[in-house]
């Protein structure tokens, strides 16, 4: 038998309410409790030194026994961004935990506002993967927050997105597809902004401010600026709300999309064997799914075909719709980039050029 | 052989675009072509103006053969309405159409604008069953546009609606819960509210304008006045995007819906058989499903044993999965009004009084 002693005689002080939020959160998602190594993405805002101050809190108070490492990315943006770096590495320092941190330059990249943030979300992700590779770590955090969900959602929304968008960001993937790394965010699920604000108060510590954060030429700040205020003065709960209803149709993505595997598994394998090494689809299987299922179908079987589903629109599946109907418009339905699904004798199938994958997909980046 | 013959020499009118739109939406519809009365509700604005127009060219072109009522409630809430009931009347009879009216006095109901607006859809919803069934109709007509849809589409968002609230309103439906008598929608998918003023000015028709649609007390006229202009600034075709969004969530709630349907009758089936008549559930079939499916299916079963959901919430269902799941919180969940659900022996039981029916409940009138 084994003693355990208290390592000191003092009472510990009670961990804050924040930090007893972020460390329910943690044994929600199941992540690890010993014996590992943290990658923390910490920019320097409220919201990240709040997360590494309460995971500070946790872990000196023994209620977690991990190992921190703190990343931080200068995007070489901002004049002010060296300052950022230098503050994130010294508050690290005066935590007393590992420091990671790397500078691009992406001053140079377009300065068309959209590709400029994708160009940043890439650099940014590919930097903790490296960085969690090398400090042999399996799990990535970032601080998003329920605002940033609840943002995501109207983005999302703006564009006329499927429940699979509307679903939000989801709390625990991959870092990268297929990585074992996983990309989690222990913020999401529960933390206002403002409590991030609050708590780095209490603290005393005086984070940073991203500029960018209040440039409202970026989609993102003006919903955050204009759209969720405005509709707040609908319903001050608005942005529980959104996430709300994110959790709800995520789950609703989840059940269609694990029943379009099970069908796609039945579908395809009812089909001819094909020498393009392309797989054939049993219309008549298809026929008999609700629709919401069987367009998530075509989906997954272009996806698997093509590589990505880049400018595949409702429009290019509806003519795919039409064909599995036969209803009137042909038997070839086009798809963008040159590929094509021909009915033939109760098969559908596709056909043409497989594109080259040079790069990594974007849409696969994920993209909050 | 019956030759048919042409009544007229003279060339006819080409449709107009707008009776062009309308017409292919009735076909796509299913709605009837001849040999049937429709009661056309009518109050005067833009929207309803033109939906009378166009199935009057419609009909005068002969491509339908259907007789109109054209049906006004006037809710004697306005100064206004009497000269709107009068117009709406005379315009009825110039084209040659029957008329129906009637007038209600809501001025004495409650002033809170939820109540009075929930008050004069009811008095309507009532007057078109009326006179539907008064004419022996089985189809009735309002004039909703797709701006109407993604209006219904943000107020359902900013309460944090699933699936099926954000699915927006159904182009065709019962008017009452049980009845025969069809509520058709014919605009809602196509027609945007500018057309049907350009339309109605096109034909020289100078509809009327209800006040009541500026009163920004009102949450729809907000949101039409300022979310959605403000939506509009990020994406020029937010009203399209939104209605895209409701057809597909409708989809998927109709798919998640109708196994939830089957999966209660065998969850159910199962159970023991008892006596107070209130079905059971068996507990692994439930555990088996996917939550999105689960959680249709306790909505499915509390609605059968208590004739509505009113005042049933997220945390009551939740409640109740935890009863599934086995987890902590004892063996009974409570539901609002008195019922309860328990577990017992691999079996959810529901028990304690069914809640009177004295008025059908309002959640189930149609709130478009």
């Known amino acids: 038998m084994k003693i355990v002693q208290n390592r000191s005689h003092r009472p510990k002080p009670r961990l804050s309410r924040f930090a007893r939020n972020l460390l329910e959160e943690w044994r929600r998602l199941d992540l690890p409790t010993s014996e590992a190594t943290i990658v923390v993405a910490v920019s320097g805002g409220a919201d990240s030194a709040a997360l590494l101050l309460a995971l500070d809190e946790i872990i000196k108070q023994e209620k977690l026994r991990l190992k921190l490492v703190v990343a931080h990315l200068d995007h070489g943006l901002r004049t002010e961004s060296r300052k950022d770096a230098k503050w994130v590495k010294s508050l690290a320092k005066d935590l007393g935990h590992d420091a990671a941190s790397s500078r691009v330059e992406l001053g140079q990249t377009s300065k068309r506002k959209p590709n400029l943030e994708q160009a940043a979300r890439n650099a940014r992700y590919e930097f903790l993967f490296k960085t969690a590779t090398r400090k042999k770590s399996k799990l990535v955090l970032t601080a998003h927050t329920l605002d940033d969900q609840a943002e995501t959602i109207l983005l999302r929304l703006l564009r006329g997105s499927a429940a699979e968008g509307l679903a939000g960001t989801a709390s625990v993937r991959e870092l990268m597809p297929g990585s074992e790394i996983k990309l989690v965010r222990p913020l999401l699920g529960w933390a206002r902004r403002d409590e991030t604000v609050d708590y780095c108060q209490a603290r005393s510590i005086e984070f940073r401010n991203d500029e960018m954060n209040n440039d409202e030429t970026f989609s993102r700040v003006k919903v955050r600026k204009q759209l969720l205020p405005l509709m707040k003065s609908f319903n001050n709960r608005i942005v529980e ?128």
């Open 241 to 368: 709300a959104l996430s709300r209803t994110a959790a709800l149709l995520s789950e609703d993505a989840e059940a269609l999309a694990s029943q379009a595997r099970v069908l796609l598994d039945l579908a395809g394998r009812k089909g001819d064997k094909n020498e393009t090494e392309l797989p054939s689809l049993n219309v008549s299987i298809l026929l008999a799914a609700p629709g919401a299922v069987r367009r998530r179908v075509l989906r997954q079987w272009i996806l698997q075909a093509r590589g990505d589903l880049r400018r595949v629109e409702r429009v290019h599946l509806l003519a795919v719709e039409k064909l599995i109907e036969g209803a009137t418009g042909g038997r070839v339905a086009e798809l963008p980039g040159g590929m094509k699904v021909t009915r033939n004798r109760g098969i559908l199938e596709l056909s043409g050029k497989k594109r080259l994958k040079k790069n990594p997909p974007t849409s696969k980046i994920p993209t909050l």
